[in-house]
């Protein structure tokens, strides 16, 4: 079975870390980017199977990478969960997410989510 | 009154005078007639004479006419006749008259009477005699002489005299009578004037007494006002002192100012406190009204004074602060407050008004703004530094967490039992610092009343998905049982506010798991009806008494001390969970049995926005 793809956009390291240990988990190859511009480059090559994306980000935001992802049609199949420790901003972009995480996220809940996110991927194919 | 008196007086003293002249008057004709009297004398001689003529043979005619006329003369009598009786007709019949209207033909009646009338008591002048003479001569008073023996009567009337004469009666030896004369003085005027003055007198001492009382009572009356007038105006002085005692002792400067029909004012009164409110002499402000605005008056402040002066001309009570520079230069802060008022008699209002020095409580007031201050941005300062220890407290407690969970976890590789059980030692107190941590954030926010409650939608099955990450590791580190479930019919979404739906389930659940020593702790969520839904906690624990529920919500509150060292914690935890219950509009119960455990229940109304969500 070959492996999911998640991209975590997070610039807090320890947190880029710990998702990125929950996600390995959950069975996912996992590539981190803590800047905003880097991760707008990167989409541009790969087609990540889950983005895990925080709001707050360098150079360019969270916001603005969400809006990017969704305007490209070749990411359509890309789920992204939003990770955030401002629940109004979250609010507002409850529509374009696959799913929103407040901060603090445990290390469990985001292997959790995660794991529960990959089986549709493999039965829709 | 004094002219009514005076009117009074001068009526009574003419009256008087007149009533003197008359009595002068009759005191006059008085002596006169005594004088006549004397001449009477006279008379008596003539009388004599007239004996001798009845006794003479010479014809009465012949010598009557000269003979009456020698009377007329010698009495100044107005009228005279000489009578003769006449036995055979038994009367008088006058032989001569003179005076009487028709002179010589005598119209003179003489009275019929009995001869015993004018004999038998021949002397005496008995009224009935007299009464017929008077009659006879036709006049009311009259002298008579009459001889007996000879039937002579002489009458004399209307002698003007009114001095009663009469000469002794002279007798013959038989004791007859022969002769008598007497003069009737008819007095009655005189007694009638006389008893009008006494009268008159009478009553004018009747109506002096009585305008005396009248007086003496005025008079008293007047006393009794003049008293009262000295004791008003004793009290009224006495008044004025204590007002003028009073302003002079208070602090204040008192004034009042007049403002006339075109609108210039003028300081009717000063208070004298203005000196040493001032420095300046008080005259300079009594005199001229505008030294107060235009020199006392601060220059930066005039121009909102002068405003007050035409408010207050324009009829506006006013009250305002400004500042006055003394005479020696210091600025003091001042309260004039001035209330308009009109008497209604004059045109012009006046201003009643007191200044009040309040340099110091400016001073206080600015003080207290600079300390308000200083508090403010202290505050500021401590939410800045809040929010900063929240993110730097919680964010690495929330990586330590993360790594302690990969490791648990085995993403690096399979633990030793030891290590295993050194990671959840340290994953207990990571889990347990973080509650405490985040529990004296809430209650700083709480405290700062900066809870903003932010709703949404909110799945009561993501709820306990979040309580379960966090919960599960302190519930297996005492082995107890922590479920959860979610009753039907309690909506897939929930309209509220996520974040602090969280905090409040977190801390019943900590808090049950901390006093529950065996057995478990049962989440429920359910709806107690359709307008509500409702979290209920169970556990197995020891309890809380009775007299603990009226307390157990308070802050840093916990049911037993030894308790507390225990079970260590902050006590915030149950105050907050009611804090924010409170705050999101719902309820929250206790039910709890000591040794059998406790049962907190609570009630969120289920809103019209999420029904409408379905």
């Known amino acids: 079975m070959k492996k999911s793809c998640a991209l975590i956009i997070e610039d807090d390291f320890d947190l880029a870390s710990i998702f990125a240990g929950a996600l390995r988990l959950a069975e ?59 629940p109004l901003l979250a609010d507002s972009l409850r529509e374009e997410a696959d799913l929103v995480l407040i901060k603090p996220i445990s290390f469990t809940q985001m292997r959790d989510l995660a794991a529960r996110l990959r089986p549709r991927d493999v039965f829709s194919r | 009154m004094a002219d009514n008196l005076e009117g009074e007086r001068d009526f009574y003293r003419q009256q008087y005078s007149e009533l003197g002249m008359r009595l002068l008057r009759l005191q006059e004709d008085e002596t006169r007639a005594r004088r006549e009297a004397r001449r009477s004398r006279t008379t008596t001689r003539l009388i004599r004479d007239i004996y001798q003529l009845a006794d003479s043979n010479i014809s009465l005619e012949d010598i009557g006419q000269q003979f009456l006329q020698i009377i007329l003369e010698t009495l100044v009598v107005s009228r005279a006749a000489l009578l003769q ?52 001569a036709g006049a009311p008073y009259f002298l008579w002489a ?31 009578i022969e002769s008598a004369l007497g003069v009737f003085i008819d007095i009655s005027e005189r007694k009638r004037a006389e008893e009008a003055l006494q009268r008159v007198n009478e009553e004018l001492e009747s109506r002096v007494a009585t305008r005396t009382a009248e007086l003496t009572a005025a008079n008293e009356q007047l006393q009794n006002e003049l008293a009262e007038r000295r004791r008003v105006e004793e009290a009224l002085r006495q008044s004025e002192e204590r007002f003028r005692e009073v302003i002079t002792s208070i602090s204040d400067h008192i004034y009042m100012t007049e403002i006339t029909g075109d609108g210039r004012h003028r300081n009717l009164y000063l208070s004298p406190h203005v000196e040493f409110l001032t420095g300046y002499p008080y005259d300079k402000f009594l005199a001229d009204w505008s030294f107060w605005p235009l020199q006392v008056i601060h220059p930066d402040d005039r121009l909102a004074a002068s405003a007050q002066a035409r408010r207050q001309a324009g009829w506006q009570n006013s009250e305002m602060e400004y500042r006055l520079v003394r005479a020696n230069g210091e600025v003091i802060w001042v309260r004039d407050s001035g209330r308009v008022q009109w008497d209604g008699s004059r045109p012009s209002k006046m201003v009643y008004g007191v200044v009040s020095d309040i340099t110091e409580r400016k001073r206080v007031e600015e003080e207290l703004a600079r300390t308000r201050d200083q508090a403010l941005e202290a ?42 059980h050194t990671l959840a030692r340290i994953m207990i107190n990571a889990e347990q610092l973080l509650i405490f941590v985040n529990n004296l954030l809430d209650q700083a926010q709480i405290e700062a009343a900066r809870v903003a409650i932010n709703v949404g939608p909110v799945a009561p099955a993501d709820l306990l998905d979040t309580l379960h990450s966090t919960m599960n590791v302190l519930a297996e580190a005492k082995d107890l049982r922590l479920t959860s479930s979610i009753a039907a019919g309690v909506p ?31 989440v429920y969520i359910y709806s107690p009806d359709p307008a509500s839904w ?71 109304p289920l809103n019209a926005v999420q029904e409408a969500l379905g």
Request: proline share 4%; charged share 20%; with cysteine.
């Open chain 2, 534 to 604: 409702a979290i209920r906690v169970t556990d197995t624990g020891c309890g809380i008494p009775d007299d603990a529920s009226a307390y157990i919500f308070d802050a840093f509150r916990q049911v037993d001390s030894s308790l507390t060292r225990a079970h260590s914690g902050s006590g915030l935890g149950l105050s907050i969970v009611k804090q924010l219950v409170d705050l999101m509009g719902g309820q929250i119960a206790l039910t709890s049995q000591v040794g059998t455990g406790s049962a907190f229940t609570v009630t969120f």
């Open chain 1, 28 to 86: 996912y190859e996992v590539e981190i980017l803590q800047d905003g511009r880097l991760a707008l480059e990167r989409l541009a090559a790969i087609v990540p199977d889950v983005v895990v994306l925080d709001l707050h980000l360098p150079h360019i935001s969270g916001k603005d990478v969400l809006h990017h992802i969704r305007a490209d049609r070749r990411l359509a199949d890309t789920r992204v969960m939003l990770a955030t420790a401002d």
């Open chain 2, 85 to 136: 009786y006449v036995p055979a007709q038994q009367r008088f019949v006058a032989r001569q008259t003179l005076g009487f209207p028709t002179a010589g033909q005598p119209d003179f009646v003489p009275p019929e009477l009995p001869p015993e009338y004018y004999f038998a008591n021949s002397n005496s002048a008995s009224s009935a005699l007299l009464d017929c003479l008077r009659q006879a």
């Open chain 2, 146 to 176: 009459f001889n007996a023996r000879a039937g002579l009567a002489l009458l004399a009337a209307n002698l003007v005299e009114d001095q009663h004469l009469h000469r002794p009666f002279e007798a013959n030896d038989q004791e007859i």
């Open chain 2, 379 to 420: 505050n500021r300062l401590k939410s800045q530094l809040l929010a900063s220890v929240s993110h730097d407290l919680r964010t690495p407690l929330n990586a330590i967490l993360g790594y302690v969970e990969m490791l648990q976890q085995g993403v690096y590789g399979a633990l030793a039992l030891e290590q295993l």
């Open chain 2, 492 to 522: 897939k979404e929930i309209y509220s506010d996520r974040h602090w739906l969280g905090r409040i389930l977190v801390n019943l659940v900590s808090n049950a798991l901390k006093f529950t020593e065996k057995g478990g702790v049962d």
